[in-house]
């Protein structure tokens, strides 16, 4: 647990040194709009790749329709997983 937290946590020192020094280059705006930009290429990435994440629905298969659209594999896949946990949740 604390080498995740040194992991996740370690890295803001540095890119808060980093983004200081971009902000007083270009300044303050740019640079938020440039984190932005970032942001939702991230974003924009994760919903291109986002059969190849494996999201597990709850047993209820409540949050289904938020997570996939149903057309894919994984939707399929993660459907047929809440089926069966509910199924045994009910014996």
Known sequence: MSLSMVAFVG?????S???GGI???VG???????????????SLIAIRWRRAI??????AGADQDLLHD???EVAGAVKDA?????ARSDR
């Open 82 to 86: 809440a089926l069966r946990e509910a």
């Open 28 to 42: 303050t705006e740019a640079t938020f709009v440039g984190c932005g930009v970032v942001c939702l290429a991230a």
């Open 70 to 72: 149903g057309r894919d």
């Open 17 to 19: 040194y980093a983004l």
């Open 11 to 15: 890295i803001f020192p540095f890119t």
């Open 23 to 25: 902000a007083s280059v």
């Open 54 to 59: 494996w999201i597990p629905a709850s047993a």
